[in-house]
């Protein structure tokens, strides 16, 4: 029996229709395209009217298909396939037209626009007529989460999720949590103490029930799907035994190698070879680091082992693997700084007293290397005058085009934190103020009050070579003010580099343990940039903070809860639905040559012995199809991809093609595969 | 002359984790390309059986694009790999057939490429209008070979497809 289509073109209010001639096409898909018994065009199919025209027919007139010509699938497809199943009708027997992503929005001429909307409305047209029912599965959810990364956004979210009274794992790869706001002397703009207002929050992740935190730790593979992830973790060996030691810290006391911390203290402070990055650390449990240890090196010292009250030192410890199940995951794994070494004529490593932002932050931190004494890096002058160079790398094509958002709030924390502790001049380079949100750009007109110089102009150099008097011995920025049009020459003592947030360098290995893609730049991609933003296309996947692009420490909480939330959602559903799009192997046309089961990446794949053919396990199946087509066999059939429906696509959207050849396709297709 | 300009048809096959998304980028930030593209979803490009391009030729298109996420990028983590293989496979026997090269294109875009996307496709319909029309079915037809054309593809397709006993 035929088919009984219904088309639906939308207007998009002017979006398509001020492009596309859509009353000319709705009336060309009921007139010329077979089986189409309905076909309307309608201002928005979207709205609750539109949906509900489209149930109407499939009640009143009987349609079997549909077909609605409107935005991209990936905005409202799910909105039509509802529809369709309240009307009863399969929510799988529906297909889109994207004529205003990939008509109107593109297209310049009118004429042209509504021809290739009538070439894509046949494909559709064409491809539904041979869609089938599918069912889709449901799985149950997992309640127990995984956070990866404990910085603000990460804890936020964690507790979040703890404090809902689920279990959370919480993965760390530095041995605290923390990250970079703990290194912070204060934040924005309100100058709060940023280990005060952090510091509860980490002791609540210490000592909450619901939490079991893993720092010194990393994913090694993650594997399985939405609601059922299973994850494999690494624990580096601390060689400190968890279980016996007390956090005394006498061990860091008694050992003898200092080295230069280049992680927390970003390389101006030291630290032990065992060490715990600062004191409020969580968890409180030190650890030993190989790299420098005198033992490891020389296998001689063991003042930690001789010297620890309860033998908690375990200099054997070997890493080893933790193997959890957790239904969803929330990546909040952080942004690096801009290596400044890179935009060499600002000085940075040549230049003694030219400082990166980071190292500021530890310079004015009352737990810093100097209790957070304002100083030159001879640690005892202070400055008189303090140059503060903003977008370094940052909106600079040749290093990163984004404007990392924090940093002229930075500045300008930094700027009230010199002239509160030193009394020096501070002059600001910088290319746009940017302080938006909430008091912001209240906190600028307080720094112009407190007397900051500010400067419109992208430094060309610093440099101590004096050419003026008053330059003798000092660092003297180079720049063009471009609000008078001058050059200026400023002599200060001490420079400090705005540096840019970049992604982590190993963000892209990361993304494929996950299964998220990452933009051009190196943030990962969320699952819409607007409406969807903590989300990512792999289901059960989150991101949350600075992993996403730049962004400040309220914005970093808002997204950690906002991922809780989505998580949240999942879990008090109990059960997520899985696309049934995977792909199906008969067993009566496979000839066990096993081609396929190299292919899918995910194992999905097994070859039985016993009755010599390849079968696919469909809780595995992702549904790329990438066996459909390589079966040589055509044994292999993907639902919703089949090899039926995309030549019936094909031939409609040639459809004017295929008429210029006497209105038939020229190649009849060999008798089709049962699907 | 009036303007008689030869207007190719090119089908494109778009994964729907990439390069999908970078067609839906394209339209919202409204960057116009030329309306000979008609595309199709697929979830992966992995799925672009080499009949699929073979079928888009014989109804009559002038050119066949496949986009697909980066390699490295791929959604279902490697399968781009495997178009990739299939695409210089097919793109040779092609070639071997006396196609000219510029009509079978594979693109990378990531969705975050819309501008890059659009760019490729106004790039290949240009290239395809200078190479003119294809007409692989309609050269067949005239020559008047075509029902045996059909023919022996139907009996070497059955012929390929018998399992040996």
């Known amino acids: 029996m035929a088919e009984r289509v219904g088309v639906y073109i939308c207007h998009c209010g002017s979006n398509i229709a001020g492009k596309v001639d859509v009353e000319e096409v709705s009336h060309w898909a009921g007139e010329e395209l077979d089986n189409v018994v309905v076909s309307r065009d309608y201002k928005f199919m979207c709205s609750s009217l539109g949906q509900e025209l489209i149930e109407d027919d499939i009640k009143n007139e009987g349609l079997t298909r549909i077909v609605v010509g409107a935005c991209s699938p990936h905005l409202h497809e799910k909105t039509f396939r509802r529809a369709c199943s309240n009307a009863g009708l399969n929510p799988y027997l529906c297909q889109m037209a994207s004529l205003r992503e990939q008509v109107s929005w593109v297209t310049e001429d009118e004429a042209l626009a509504t021809a290739k909307s009538k070439a894509m409305i046949s494909g559709a047209v064409e491809r539904v007529q041979l869609h089938e029912e599918l069912e889709p599965t449901e799985v149950p959810v997992n309640p127990h989460s995984l956070v990866v990364g404990g910085g603000i956004a990460g804890i936020q979210t964690t507790l979040e999720l703890a404090n809902s009274g689920n279990p959370v794992f919480l993965v760390e790869r530095e041995p605290s949590i923390g990250g970079h706001m703990a290194q912070f002397d204060k934040t924005f703009p309100t100058l709060d103490c940023s280990a005060c207002i952090l510091a509860p929050n980490m002791s609540d992740v210490s000592n909450h029930p619901n939490i079991t935190l893993l720092s010194y730790s990393e994913v090694e593979e993650v594997t399985g799907f939405v609601g059922n992830f299973h994850v494999r973790i690494r624990k580096n060996a601390r060689h400190v035994i968890e279980e016996d030691c007390t956090g005394c810290g006498i061990c860091i006391e008694k050992c003898p190698k200092s080295v230069i911390d280049d992680v927390f203290e970003a390389g101006i402070g030291y630290r032990k070879a065992i060490y715990r990055p600062f004191p409020q650390a969580v968890p409180k449990y030190p650890v030993i680091d190989t790299e420098t240890c005198i033992y490891f090196e020389k296998g001689t010292c063991k003042a930690c082992e001789k010297f620890c009250p309860t033998n908690a030192i375990d200099f054997e410890q070997k890493d080893t693997f933790i193997d959890i199940d957790v239904g969803n995951i929330i990546l909040a794994t952080g942004y690096d700084t801009f290596d400044s070494r890179k935009i060499p004529q600002y000085g940075y490593g040549r230049l003694a007293n030219v400082f990166t932002s980071l190292e500021f932050e530890r310079l004015c931190n009352a737990a810093g290397p100097t209790d957070g004494k304002i100083v030159l890096r001879d640690g005892v002058t202070t400055p008189k005058s303090v140059a503060i160079i903003h977008c370094v790398g940052s909106r600079d094509t040749r290093f990163n085009a984004h404007c990392s958002a924090v940093c002229c709030m930075s500045a300008l924390k930094f700027g009230h934190l010199v002239i509160e502790k030193t009394g020096a001049e501070v002059h600001s380079f910088y290319t746009d103020m940017r302080p938006a949100f909430k008091d912001y750009e209240e906190f600028y007109n307080r720094l112009q009050e407190e007397g900051m110089h500010f400067t419109r102009g992208r430094v060309a150099e610093v440099t101590d070579v004096a050419l003026q008097p008053g330059e003798e011995g000092k660092l003297i920025i180079q720049v063009e003010d471009t609000l008078i049009g001058r050059q200026r020459r400023v002599p200060v003592d001490m420079v400090i580099l705005m540096t840019a947030l970049e992604p982590k360098p190993d963000a892209r290995e990361v993304g494929l343990t996950f299964g998220i893609s990452c933009s051009m730049a190196g943030w990962f991609t969320e699952r819409h940039p607007k409406l969807d933003p903590v989300a990512t296309m792999t289901d059960g996947i989150f991101i949350a903070g600075a992993c996403q692009g730049p962004k400040d420490i309220p914005a970093s909480v808002s997204q950690g809860a906002a991922a809780a939330a989505r998580v949240l959602g999942m879990i008090s559903k109990g059960a997520v639905e899985i696309e049934p799009i995977v792909a199906t192997i008969h067993e009566e046309r496979c000839s066990g040559c096993r081609i396929c089961n190299t292919l899918c990446p995910f194992n999905a794949i097994d070859y039985m012995e016993d009755k010599m053919v390849s079968v696919i396990n469909q809780a595995l199946c992702k549904g790329c199809g990438t066996c459909v087509a390589a079966c040589p066999a055509q044994a292999i059939s993907g639902a919703h991809f089949s090899n039926e429906q995309i030549f019936a696509e094909i031939e409609g959207l040639l459809f004017d093609v295929v008429q210029g050849n006497g209105g038939k396709p020229v190649v009849e297709e060999p008798e089709a595969v049962p699907a | ?165």
Request: glycine share 6%.
């Open chain 2, 1 to 165: 002359m009036a303007d008689e300009r030869f207007e190719p048809k090119i089908i494109a096959f778009l994964c729907n984790w990439c390069s999908y998304r970078a067609a839906d980028l394209a339209g919202t930030a409204r960057i116009k390309y030329k309306p000979n593209i008609r595309m199709l979803r697929v979830m992966c490009s992995g799925r672009v059986d080499p009949s699929f391009v073979l079928k888009a030729f014989a109804l009559g298109a002038d050119g066949v694009m496949i986009a697909g996420c980066h390699p490295g990028e791929c959604h279902y983590l490697e399968q781009n790999y495997k178009t990739m293989r299939r695409f210089s496979m097919l793109k040779h026997t092609l070639q071997a057939l006396g196609m000219e090269e510029d009509r079978f294109r594979l693109q990378w875009a990531s969705a975050a490429e819309g501008t890059l996307l659009a760019g490729a496709i106004n790039e290949m319909i240009e290239q395809v209008r200078e190479l003119g029309p294809l007409d692989w079915s309609k050269n067949w037809s005239e020559n008047g070979k075509i029902e045996e054309a059909i023919e022996q593809l139907v009996d070497e397709h059955a012929e390929a497809m018998e399992v040996p006993v």
